[in-house]
């Protein structure tokens, strides 16, 4: 914030977040903090490079990685962006198209950072931004990982100085000569023809000029680069392969109907989106396809109010980006705040602060362990997809949009408005509803594919089994011939209700047409080609996997490793908790526990129409990983699912507890008796305020072992929101996620006088109410300061209470061992 750093509190800073588990930091110089003006350090000074260089070479001693947005705030922009290479867009003036400023700034800029917004249309325009990193940045010995560019937030741009000659160039004729088509928004034939070709033109002008410019900019000076590419007026699959990283969102919450997962009620879901794996999906697909090794996200960033994101809140979003084919993850919304600052230190406007002085910073180690065991066995495997399903954007560039500028901005927070009404967008549903896995294809990137005896070959090695074209009106004849040039090399292609009739574009449209049905009708007369009217039926007839438990409610992505078929399976509904699920691979099956860190072997047995079956046990909010190596399975005796594994509730633990306040602000050190557990706040009106840390206490007997299990699960109920737990003085472990379970191994537990604590730190979100009452003046922030998850001036004050400890009710349960 406002660059206002020094190498001493870096760090610090750096060491606590070591300490933790991260594995890197990603700089990003936005807006200052009120009252630290003499401390700015302007962006790209002779100190700024020297607080970069320092940074780097404390990372790389820590091991952490040191990733740099190359700009500031977003989108890029800046002093050194002039009227000639900064944003424009398109009027009408006297019959004529001409060309205006947007004036958009950039926007949260940091100190040294301001100015216009760079026309990312221009190739001119980019080579001339970055001259201004290639005189400061460059000349540092020690450098980034990664350069970055944030989500495409340019808005009102449509246009740049050399358009016109550029679409003459692209398109085969003068937009000008079709102006009435162009302006004219009736939905004619000529009127979608014309906007197909500008939108054609916009993409490939933004694709040529700035994408491909910035990520070759970067990999001649040895930078990775991760490119958020959503938001984009263009073909997300393409942007995204342009990068060594591609990155994607997850912004807001999903609202996964995991029993007990609190979705913070002031989120307003019309304004703001929901997380969908369909948009993440085009990130993750341009990995697979081109072999990159890691696909990134932004994540959480604006999943509840500030002080409120609880650690039960962040993992269900986590195994929902490693479903959709993420393994990289970044937190975002993390300010540099000095150590000697006052609670809660500097605050960006996102609302989930990882930073130390967060009120799950103890217990944020064990989120991190667990993202590591996922993201290790994620990051060595290789994606194992059968369908590419094609993306037919010119179709999406037929119909008109309300965004600024009138443009196509494919964004990942409202899918519902772009992705899902589109046959591919409600094909793509019902294909991952069903237990299918697949990747997106674009018009460019089927020209890299090639056909071997395994299948469908990527040129990152991933092999696919059959290319599936969405329900399309319109298809350029360039993708028609590629699909032809793989299907007589003995692809398997399923056209979806019928072939295309039309191409894109105004130039000879009626010539071109006639055309692509000609190479259609060809095309229809292979073995290998079919059109059908139930694209499900003629998959089940087919070699396709499909994982058929995905229909209960398992969000999954299936990998492989060397010979070992691996899955991620993450139950993210309400509907599974247990039973035999039919894999579509056969072998030797073992369960591995990110969370916990064992492994186990599955029971299998013989199931319906001759598939081995495995058992598997895992209730909302929970995930695994199963992988499968081959071999021959030792089935499992004739058990049926009602007794194999069920688990069975043993005892319910009396009403009666002691509870003790530990640390925790306000301070304060009383204690109490409940005849039943219920929430803190209830206690007293100090309570009401308190944020820390409380323990539990009971006594209990517990009956004799009714089976050779060697171990209980521990169940807490409702539990808000992190819980340390002692059996007899030893500890069993610390229960931050749903649920709220822990294995308590047999040989703990005595007939009778059995003592158990239970140490529970709720959100900082209470005390708040009372800090932001009696210190207002920690907002003290240029730019947004700071706002509610309702984009709203900040005001804790007016906060109800929320439930803090241990609600209940606790549970002792038996799992009958297989």
Known sequence: MGSAANEKDITYQLEQFAQAGLGGVHIIPIYGVKGYEKQFIPFLSDRWLAMLAHTVRAGRRLGMGVDLTLGTGWPFGGPNVTSEIAAKRWKVDNGKLVTELTKQQVKRAAPGGEGLVLDYFSKRAMDQYVKRFDSTLITLADGPRAVYNDSYEVFGANWS???????????????????????????????????QDYHQTLAELLHDGFTTTWTGWARNHKFLSRNQAHGSPGNLIDLYAEADIPETESFGSSQFPIPGLRVDPDYEVDRFGMPNTLAMKFASSAAHVLGKPLVSSETTTWLANHFQVALSQIKPQ?????????????????????PAEPWPGWVFYASTNYGP?????????????YIERCQTRLQASKPDNDL????????????????????????????????????????CEQLQQRGYSFDYVSDDLLRKLSVTKGGILSPGGAVFQCILIPHATYLPEQTLQQLDRLARQGARIIFDGAMPQQVPGFHKHDERSANLVRIGKALQQLKSV???NDVFTTLRQSTTRVESW?????????????????????????????GWIPLSVLGLASRYDALTDQTTTLPIRNGKDGKNEVWLALEPGQSCFISVMPGAPAITSGRSPQT??????????????????????????????????????????SARYFWGTARYSTTFDFPASQSATTSYVLDLGDVREVAEVRVNGQSVGTAWCLPYRLSIPARLLKATGNQLEIDVTNVSANYMRLYDRQNPGWKKFYDINIVDIRYKPYDASRWEARPSGLLGPVTFWSLIDP
């Open 161 to 195: 100085a050399n358009f016109l000659d550029e679409f003459n160039k692209r398109r085969g004729y003068d937009l000008t000569t079709q102006l009435s088509a162009f302006l004219d928004t009736t939905q004619s034939k000529a009127s979608i023809l014309v906007h």
């Open 318 to 338: 986590v195994d929902e980006l490693f479903t959709a084919g993420i393994n990289h993850i970044f937190y975002h919304g993390t300010p540099y705040s000095p």
């Open 357 to 369: 002085s967060s009120h799950f910073w103890p217990h944020l180690p064990l989120l991190n362990r």
């Open 388 to 427: 590419l399903v094609y993306f037919p954007i010119h179709d999406l560039w037929a119909t008109r949009t309300r965004s600024a500028g009138g443009i196509h901005q494919l964004e990942v927070h409202h899918v519902e408005q772009w992705l899902l009404p589109q046959p591919f967008g409600k094909l």
């Open 530 to 532: 079919q059109v059908s």
């Open 550 to 578: 995905a229909e209960q409610g398992l969000a999954f992505i299936r990998k492989r490793r060397g010979d070992t078929t691996q899955y991620f399976i993450a139950n993210l509904a309400n509907k599974f908790r247990q």
């Open 644 to 685: 194999t594994g069920k688990s069975t509730e043993l005892l319910r633990l009396p009403n009666s507890w002691t509870i003790q306040f530990l640390s925790g602000r306000p301070d304060l050190r009383t204690s109490a008796t409940l005849p039943k557990l219920t929430s803190w706040t209830s206690l007293s009106d």
